[in-house]
């Protein structure tokens, strides 16, 4: 599996419940989020973005909130899945930056039957 | 993963050996990056390129040079390693922000 993990923080859901993950931001200027989920032994992939000018964003079974205020953003899964399985990270740009994401630790997701 | 290769995949190095891993892609985006992966610091940024020839540092360069000859090619050299460079390392693509693609990682482990 990857390197991550041994200190990651730790969500454990059991299948079919709604899981909801949190991130934390740091740059006031950040106006463009997403959130990758990473599974064991791949790269991260793109689940949801979000641009500062919403509140919320909605895919499918997944929902991306904003709070600018506080500078927190959540991910929520409906009715999670054993394939929900995986570390997922949030990453914030700003327009000065280059297309440059800055990525957050990241959380693991466990999926319990 | 869409048009995005990195090689080797897996590899062991002594300490003090140079070590170039690879990037290629076949998209023609402009933005190639390498990032570094560890335990607690999540994906960290080592360089990223804006076009050929055209190269910045970020957030963990030292120790890390690159090269970008052709648009489709991203070279990372540890020019002299060290066990602190032990790592999983990804590349990604983008033609901007919104379309960051990542590779599948090399996993180096520096001995």
């Known amino acids: 599996g990857e390197s991550v993990g041994l200190h990651l923080p730790t969500l454990s859901v059991q299948e079919g419940d709604n899981s909801i993950i949190n991130c934390a931001y740091s740059?006031?200027?950040?106006?463009?989020f997403i959130w990758y989920k990473q599974e064991s032994g791949k790269g991260p992939q793109f689940i949801i973005d979000i641009r500062s000018n919403m509140d919320k964003r909605q895919g499918q079974r997944v929902t991306v909130l904003l709070n600018k205020t506080v500078k927190h953003l959540s991910l929520q899964i409906a009715a999670t899945q054993p394939g929900d399985s995986a570390v997922y990270f949030c990453?914030?740009?700003?327009?000065?930056?280059?297309?440059?994401?800055?990525f957050g630790t990241g959380t693991r997701l466990q999926v319990t039957l | 993963d869409a048009g995005i290769t990195q090689s080797p995949r897996h590899k062991v190095t002594e300490t003090g050996t140079p070590v170039t891993l690879r990037c290629h892609q076949t998209e023609n985006h402009r933005y190639m990056y390498w990032y570094r992966q560890d335990p607690g610091h999540g994906l960290r940024l080592i360089h990223y390129s804006y076009g050929v020839k055209d190269t910045d540092k970020g957030e963990v360069s030292d120790g890390y040079s690159v090269s970008r000859s052709k648009t489709e090619d991203f070279l990372l050299t540890l020019e002299s390693a060290t066990s602190s460079q032990t790592s999983v390392y990804f590349c990604?693509?983008?033609?901007?922000?919104?379309?960051?693609?990542f590779g599948s990682g090399t996993r180096l482990t520096v001995v």
């Open positions: 990604a693509i983008s033609e901007s922000r919104e379309g960051y693609t």
């Open positions: 990453a914030d740009s700003d327009t000065g930056t280059a297309s440059k994401l800055t």
């Open positions: 740059n006031s200027a950040s106006d463009y």
